[in-house]
């Protein structure tokens, strides 16, 4: 049967089981879920995990493909494109199903925002927390999937952490559930740390139960600025080294911090070229804060940082900020190339300062931000246009081959496909073997995000 | 002095036992070929593989006291041999099991089909420790409390610290997703694993994972932490260590009824207080340890809490008030603080010699690990309770009442086979409460071979068939720790499509 065939099949069969308002193949509407300027075939909103299982199934025998979708503030990394596909839209799953403030848990659909879930936590002074930057939007489906983190990953971990139960839509449009409210479970295999970051290539999370955390008494973030990369990283070590117990320490260079700084209007951050700016979270306990202030800032004088005044400022305006930086730092940039790079804690400003040299040797505009205390790294190229200059593939070989060096990983989140292979030779890994058996075992016909394979390296 | 034959019945039931195992009837006569053997031989040299039956009988068992023989023992040095005698065995279809220290409780390291037990206690070397970038490598068969003891001079620590960890082993740890007291706080194995390096069923090795947080990928160590041997033979793990904290205030509560203790475990997290650990003891097991290791606990009360918070100095003055307040209007009689780091080690090692002291009372245990929502804590011990009376059966309760992780302990003679009957009936009534009750089969000890039959409690046949995918990836040939985890139809539905995968029995 023709593609276009297929996909009328699919379309009116959807359209009987769930009525009109739920299928769409309008290109009008279909705009909405455009994807690098692509766009897809038809979407479809079921409104429960049965009916996701349905859309599946049909879609599954037609041999078409299905890009889950919570908010799509993800969609366009890796430079993804829709090809004739079907997105099924999750955000009529969005029930939040029960807080049990006794036992800490909550248990939602995966439509959920994470904002919309925090706001409905903190009534019962509960909390999950994970902070990627695109908090304000995306849901926690979509967050598990692509396995998102953000500062408070240092103090709290990541997704994997808090994910106790799961309920997920196979390939071939099962329901299964893997974990519940337990705590602890290792009955049979870890099927939920699978789907984590598998960017719905495995299955489609419908509902999970997540542990929580109480929420903190207070908090503070401090911004100091450091006069050169080398007194941050000192100042960083021996705070991890410490007894004390930071949620988030963030490293942003010169650049970074100038954006940071703008947004904000911190008129006191008067860097020179190798200023770098560390943002210190601490949360806590009353006692926890009133101990801890004094002893930071005890070991930043030691490296004569300068302790910017922003107490007056929200702790919420200031990690807003934070999160806006991932848009700020690539607006204006058609061509922006954003690389994520993890590696040993370390040796973060060691190959963030040899980076930058080479992106000053070259000519080449980058700002970098860090978890500093988690490894992470992210790299921003400031690229006004195509094609890439050799110098961008020279900053990116140099980037990639230092990280591979320290035992390390890249992904090229952002940017044009031509640049990609730069990063790194692409060694043939065993484990990678094992990936891509286990989406073929899983999903033999190849339904789910195919596309996205590739950028995932399986 | 009784008659003699009061106290020859038991010898000659020793040497009963040691003669023969469940698995090694006497008139047992086969054995592994001759020319695998070999093979293997020049592999491992000749000293390092084991055939004789009693060598055999010391490696078939783990701590369950279910026993078959193998038909061989190996000792392999390092990865090259392991994953050379896994191919040699894959050649043969010879199923192997790994085995660390063999301290599992749910049947993990039996070898039920016959074949190779591969004994990794060679590899057991700390192979590195980067404080500065907070992690460790190790090999398999690093002991937990080594780890421990060589990080301790450095100020670091690995978190999850199974009661077991004088004994057991990191790639057991790992295999099992193990817990511990601290994991209430710190999390179980699974969250403190970066890496692996695991041999597939022919020999493959395969680094899985990295020496990194953020690995690219599917997250193939959260998958294989848990799998209880069943994917491959560990052979490296690199964990993340932290800061070992420097102020820890350890405080034992006494209560004249489980219901106070377990309604002060919820107003602590109420409190939303985050202690590092939270055990519960009953009577019946407070005063087996306290006859086998003298902590001074109470003998006559009917639950203690074992309670450590660590921290910032300031905030640990704070909630120990918290806790000691939330105790005390729950009923306790007594809220003891440790003093000294000796006080502390003299509490813990109350909670640690728990399983081990119930042997003065019965010579064989069955312990449960059913794990439920915390609120659900103290209905589940009564439920334990009532079961063991219809049984008619002795019970003693340990648990992570943080995690809602009970470990009733029903203390039994295993030469009394009507007993022992009762026993995994009430096992099964008390793994069925512990679901009904929304919770799970088991948090830390695994399926293995004690709660296969259980599975179909949790998961439906569409779980499990998932479940079997994934390990057909690993091992498509069934040959590495075959007939576990999964129930034994399932097993024997998947030998029927797979008839190369026969044992040498």
């Given at each position: 049967m023709p593609a276009s065939a297929k996909l009328e099949s699919v379309f009116s069969a959807l359209v009987d089981l769930f009525g009109p308002n739920a299928v769409c193949n309008?290109?009008?509407?279909v705009a909405s879920f455009a994807v690098n300027g692509s766009l897809p075939d038809l979407t479809v909103a079921p409104n429960s995990l049965e009916q996701v299982a349905a859309v599946v199934k049909l879609t599954s025998h037609a041999g078409l493909a299905i890009v889950p979708w919570g908010t799509g503030t993800k969609q366009e990394i890796g430079g993804y494109q829709l090809a004739g596909a079907v997105v099924l839209s999750l955000r009529?799953?969005?029930?939040?199903?029960?807080?049990?403030?006794?036992?800490?848990?909550?248990?939602?659909?995966?439509?959920?925002?994470?904002?919309?879930?925090?706001?409905?936590?903190?009534?019962?002074?509960?909390?999950?927390?994970?902070?990627p930057d695109d908090f304000d939007e995306a849901t926690i489906g979509g967050t598990l999937a692509t396995n998102a983190s953000g500062p408070r990953r240092l103090r709290y971990r990541t997704?994997?952490?808090?994910?106790?139960?799961?309920?997920?839509?196979?390939?071939?449009?099962?329901?299964?559930?893997?974990?519940?409210?337990?705590?602890?479970?290792?009955?049979?295999?870890?099927?939920?740390?699978?789907?984590?970051?598998?960017?719905?290539?495995?299955?489609?999370?419908?509902?999970?139960?997540?542990?929580?955390?109480?929420?903190?008494?207070?908090?503070?973030?401090?911004?100091?600025?450091?006069?050169?990369?080398?007194g941050a990283s000192r100042f960083i070590a021996c705070t991890l080294q410490s007894q004390?117990?930071?949620?988030?320490?963030?490293?942003?260079?010169?650049?970074?911090?100038?954006?940071?700084?703008?947004?904000?209007?911190?008129?006191?951050?008067?860097?020179?070229?190798?200023?770098?700016?560390?943002?210190?979270?601490?949360?806590?306990?009353?006692?926890?804060?009133?101990?801890?202030?004094?002893?930071?800032?005890?070991?930043?004088k030691q490296e004569n940082a300068y302790l910017l005044e922003t107490m007056e400022i929200p702790q919420?305006?200031?990690?807003?900020?934070?999160?806006?930086?991932?848009?700020?730092?690539?607006?204006?940039?058609?061509?922006?190339?954003?690389?994520?790079?993890?590696?040993?804690?370390?040796?973060?400003?060691?190959?963030?300062?040899?980076?930058?040299?080479?992106?000053?040797?070259?000519?080449?505009?980058?700002?970098?931000?860090?978890?500093?205390?988690?490894?992470?790294?992210?790299?921003?190229?400031?690229v006004p246009g195509s094609p890439p200059s050799t110098g961008i593939l020279d900053v990116l070989a140099e980037i990639g081959g230092r990280t591979i060096a320290a035992g390390g990983f890249t992904i090229m989140e952002y940017g044009p496909a031509a640049v990609r292979s730069s990063l790194s030779a692409n060694v043939p890994r065993a484990d990678f073997r094992l990936m891509r058996s286990i989406k073929t075992a899983l999903d033999p016909a190849g339904t789910l995000n195919p596309d996205r394979l590739e950028w995932l390296g399986i | 002095m009784g008659k003699w034959s009061d106290w020859i019945k038991p010898i000659v039931g020793l040497l009963s036992n040691l003669l023969w195992c469940d698995g090694c009837p006497a008139d047992k006569k086969e054995t592994m070929e001759q020319s695998i053997l070999s093979v293997i031989m020049k592999i491992v040299e000749t000293k390092?593989?084991?055939?004789?039956?009693?060598?055999?009988?010391?490696?078939?068992?783990?701590?369950?006291?279910?026993?078959?023989?193998?038909?061989?023992?190996?000792?392999?040095?390092?990865?090259?041999?392991?994953?050379?005698?896994?191919?040699?065995?894959?050649?043969?279809?010879?199923?192997?099991?790994?085995r660390g220290a063999g301290t599992n409780l749910s049947g993990g390291t039996i070898p039920v089909e016959g074949g190779i037990v591969l004994e990794l206690s060679r590899m057991n070397r700390i192979l590195a420790i980067d404080p500065a970038n907070?992690?460790?490598?190790?090999?398999?068969?690093?002991?937990?409390?080594?780890?421990?003891?060589?990080?301790?001079?450095?100020?670091?620590?690995?978190?999850?610290?199974?009661?077991?960890?004088?004994?057991?082993?990191?790639g057991g740890n790992v295999a099992e997703n193990s817990g511990g007291p601290h994991c209430l706080k710190y999390g179980v194995t699974a969250n403190h694993i970066l890496g692996l390096e695991l041999v597939l069923e022919d020999g493959e090795i395969v680094s899985i994972g990295g020496t990194v947080e953020d690995v690219p990928g599917y997250d193939l160590t959260g998958l294989v932490v848990g799998s209880e041997g069943t994917f491959g033979v560990i052979t490296q793990v690199t964990v993340r260590i932290m800061r070992l904290p420097a102020n820890i205030k350890t405080m034992l509560a006494v209560f004249?009824?489980?219901?106070?203790?377990?309604?002060?475990?919820?107003?602590?997290?109420?409190?939303?207080?985050?202690?590092?650990?939270?055990?519960?003891?009953?009577?019946?097991?407070?005063?087996?340890?306290?006859?086998?290791?003298?902590?001074?606990?109470?003998?006559?009360?009917?639950?203690?809490?074992?309670?450590?918070?660590?921290?910032?100095?300031?905030?640990?003055?704070?909630?120990?008030?918290?806790?000691?307040?939330?105790?005390?209007?729950?009923?306790?009689?007594?809220?003891?603080?440790?003093?000294?780091?000796?006080?502390?080690?003299?509490?813990?090692?109350g909670r640690r010699g728990a399983f081990g002291a119930i042997a003065r009372v019965r010579p064989r245990y069955l312990v449960q690990d059913g794990t439920v929502p915390r609120t659900k804590l103290a209905e589940a011990l009564r439920q334990v309770t009532a079961i063991a009376n219809r049984y008619e059966l002795m019970v003693g309760n340990v648990a992570h009442a943080g995690d809602g992780n009970l470990h009733p302990l029903f203390m039994f003679d295993h030469r009394n086979s009507e007993e022992v009957e009762r026993v995994h009936r009430a096992g099964r009534e008390i793994l069925e409460a512990c679901v009904k009750l929304g919770g799970t089969l088991t948090g830390e000890h695994g399926i293995g071979l004690e709660k296969q039959e259980a599975m179909s409690l949790l998961f439906t046949t569409e779980d499990i068939a998932l479940m079997q995918r994934i390990k057909d990836v690993f091992d498509p040939h069934h040959l590495v720790n075959p007939g576990k985890i999964f129930p034994r139809r399932d097993w024997e539905s998947a030998g029927e499509k797979d008839n190369s995968s026969a044992s040498l029995r």
């Open positions: 309008d290109p009008a509407e009529r799953l969005s029930r939040i199903l029960e807080v049990d403030a006794g036992n800490q848990t909550v248990t939602c659909e995966a439509g959920v925002r994470l904002v919309d879930l925090d706001r409905e936590l903190r009534r019962e002074q509960l909390w999950l927390p994970l902070d997704a994997r952490d808090y994910l106790l139960g799961m309920k997920l839509v196979t390939p071939h449009g099962e329901i299964v559930q893997v974990g519940r409210k337990a705590i602890k479970d290792v009955a049979g295999y870890d099927l939920r740390k699978l789907m984590i970051g598998a960017w719905g290539t495995l299955g489609i999370i419908g509902e999970v139960t997540l542990r929580l955390l109480p929420t903190p008494e207070t908090a503070v973030t401090l911004v100091y600025q450091f006069a050169n990369l080398a004390l117990q930071p949620s988030a320490i963030e490293l942003l260079d010169r650049k970074a911090g100038d954006s940071f700084a703008r947004e904000l209007g911190l008129t006191d951050w008067q860097p020179a070229d190798e200023s770098s700016l560390v943002l210190v979270q601490i949360e806590g306990m009353v006692e926890e804060i009133e101990y801890q202030v004094p002893e930071l800032n005890t070991l930043a919420e305006r200031l990690w807003s900020a934070r999160r806006r930086l991932d848009t700020l730092l690539r607006d204006g940039f058609p061509a922006a190339v954003k690389v994520k790079a993890s590696v040993p804690l370390g040796t973060v400003v060691p190959i963030i300062s040899e980076a930058r040299q080479c992106a000053a040797r070259h000519g080449v505009a980058l700002s970098t931000l860090s978890h500093a205390g988690s490894g992470v790294i992210y790299y921003y190229l400031q | 390092h593989v084991l055939t004789r039956r009693r060598d055999l009988l010391a490696y078939g068992y783990d701590a369950t006291g279910e026993s078959r023989c193998p038909d061989a023992v190996v000792f392999p040095s390092c990865t090259a041999e392991v994953a050379a005698v896994m191919a040699a065995a894959k050649k043969h279809r010879i199923p192997v099991v790994p907070q992690r460790a490598v190790v090999e398999p068969c690093v002991v937990n409390l080594d780890l421990q003891n060589a990080l301790a001079p450095l100020g670091y620590f690995y978190a999850p610290d199974p009661a077991s960890q004088k004994v057991s082993t990191m004249e009824t489980l219901e106070d203790a377990g309604k002060t475990v919820s107003e602590i997290i109420a409190a939303g207080i985050v202690p590092a650990t939270l055990e519960l003891m009953d009577r019946a097991v407070v005063s087996a340890v306290e006859a086998s290791v003298h902590a001074g606990y109470p003998l006559n009360a009917e639950a203690v809490l074992l309670i450590e918070v660590d921290g910032l100095p300031p905030a640990l003055a704070r909630q120990c008030d918290q806790i000691t307040a939330a105790c005390e209007r729950n009923g306790a009689r007594e809220v003891r603080v440790a003093k000294t780091s000796q006080e502390r080690d003299a509490l813990w090692l």
